[in-house]
């Protein structure tokens, strides 16, 4: 029986539906700051890497992968209620991974001890162990395999909170003991990303954590962040030799272009290379000894952008933060959407003990001993001012 044209149009069609309906779905869905999950699936050393996202009712959204702990992306709103993304990074794993070679900390969980250790020598129980060296001689951010080069075990526990475990075997850059560490993200109500870090060991050794994120409130890394205002609640700070290593002083702020205990514009002494601290350090990268006393209920740090009205707030537990204004950034990098990274177009705040605590006993300890549990809290919190 022959078919009519109608007839046959309909068969046509119909099994062009079926067909579509048959195929897999190839697209992705982006993230809100622009990232394919897919560029950060990958093994590292046997081990799996993702992205994760965690989002809350405001529509603030933070991306970090558990290469390193790092945090990709944070999208919060601005002043005209427009979502920046504040933070320095990479498109995808691949990038992160290839600065094993050439070392980058962008947004990395640092351990286990985050900046410097003189020389890499610790000691414990009257032994002396040698650490790596991996700037100036000095052992920093743990050495050239530090935490923020391996990959993390995740668990996303819901939208808003990520745990990350870390298991360091004894030995680990020949840092002591069978050390388990947990870092805790939480992204909050009332958009602050909540970061809590915990250890065990089972010998004594050093720990030290932070983060290390590259913050630009503008949103525009093409932008430098010398027009920041910053405030320090700090009135001492801890003054380094050529090596970049804290001599063992505490100095006061009074006086000296490390003074923001009044909130000002960060570029406003950045260059003033006729301090010596600022020429050591090509511009700020120190650590500063917070008035707070461990109370993370007060504000440790604060920086606002004027352009986009941006704001954010450091609370800690930790007796100090480093505050760096990335003067090695040499637009050697190229990061997200494929911006250059020049110098001082990031300014990170990293909570942490004193650099170098463990040799220098009269400051604020970095030991762990077995049946204790090492315990960092930090607190970037975010809000617009117009």
């Known amino acids: 029986?022959?078919?009519?044209?109608?007839?046959?149009?309909?068969?046509?069609?119909?099994?062009?539906?079926?067909?579509?309906?048959?195929?897999?779905?190839?697209?992705?869905?982006?993230?809100?700051?622009?990232?394919?999950?897919?560029?950060?699936?990958t093994e590292v050393r046997g081990k799996a890497t993702d992205l994760y996202?965690?989002?809350?009712?405001?529509?603030?959204?933070?991306?970090?992968?558990?290469?390193?702990?790092?945090?990709?992306?944070?999208?919060?709103?601005?002043?005209?209620?427009?979502?920046?993304?504040?933070?320095?990074?990479?498109?995808?794993?691949?990038?992160?991974?290839?600065?094993?070679?050439t070392p980058s900390d962008f947004g990395a969980a640092i351990g286990r001890y985050a900046n410097r250790i003189n020389k890499g020598k610790i000691t414990i129980d009257g032994q002396t162990i040698q650490l790596p060296t991996n700037n100036f001689g000095h052992c920093l951010h743990g050495g050239p395999q530090g935490w923020q080069y391996q990959v993390y075990d995740a668990n996303q526990l819901n939208d808003s909170t990520l745990q990350l475990t870390m298991q360091s075997p004894d030995g680990d850059a020949n840092f002591?003991?069978?050390?388990?560490?947990?870092?805790?993200?939480?992204?909050?109500?009332n958009n602050a990303l909540d970061i809590k870090y915990e250890a065990t060991t089972d010998k004594k050794t050093v720990i030290n954590m932070t983060n290390h994120s590259y913050f630009n409130l503008s949103g525009d890394p093409t932008t430098l962040i010398t027009d920041h205002i910053v405030y320090i609640n700090?009135?001492?700070?801890?003054?380094?030799?050529?090596?970049?290593?804290?001599?063992?002083?505490?100095?006061?702020?009074?006086?000296t272009p490390m003074d923001f205990t009044t909130g000002h514009a960060i570029g406003r002494d950045i260059n003033r290379f006729d301090y010596e601290q600022i020429?050591?350090?090509?511009?700020?990268?120190?650590?500063?000894?917070?008035?707070?006393?461990?109370?993370?209920?007060?504000?440790?740090?604060?920086?606002?952008c004027p352009s986009t009205g941006i704001c954010l707030e450091v609370y800690t537990n930790e007796p100090g933060i480093q505050v760096y204004s990335g003067n090695f950034l040499d637009g050697s990098v190229s990061g997200k959407k494929g911006i250059v990274y020049n110098q001082l177009c990031g300014l990170c705040l990293e909570t942490q003990k004193y650099p170098d605590s463990p040799n220098k006993?009269?400051?604020?300890?970095?030991?762990?001993?077995?049946?204790?549990t090492y315990y960092s809290h930090c607190i970037y919190k975010f809000s617009v001012e117009k």
């Open 176 to 189: 002591p003991g069978n050390v388990t560490a947990v870092v805790t993200y939480t992204l909050t109500s």
């Open 361 to 372: 006993s009269d400051w604020p300890s970095a030991y762990l001993n077995p049946g204790e």
């Open 279 to 304: 020429k050591f350090a090509n511009g700020f990268d120190h650590n500063w000894c917070l008035n707070t006393a461990g109370d993370d209920t007060q504000v440790a740090a604060k920086v606002i």
């Open 1 to 41: 029986m022959k078919k009519s044209k109608k007839s046959t149009v309909l068969t046509g069609i119909f099994a062009l539906l079926l067909a579509s309906c048959s195929e897999p779905t190839t697209k992705t869905t982006l993230t809100k700051s622009g990232l394919n999950p897919e560029k950060f699936k």
């Open 234 to 255: 700090a009135d001492k700070f801890t003054p380094v030799d050529a090596t970049f290593m804290t001599t063992g002083e505490i100095l006061d702020v009074k006086g």
């Open 53 to 101: 996202t965690m989002t809350n009712k405001n529509g603030m959204e933070v991306c970090i992968t558990n290469f390193g702990g790092r945090i990709v992306s944070i999208m919060v709103p601005d002043k005209d209620g427009k979502f920046q993304d504040v933070v320095l990074g990479f498109d995808s794993v691949a990038n992160y991974v290839d600065s094993i070679n």
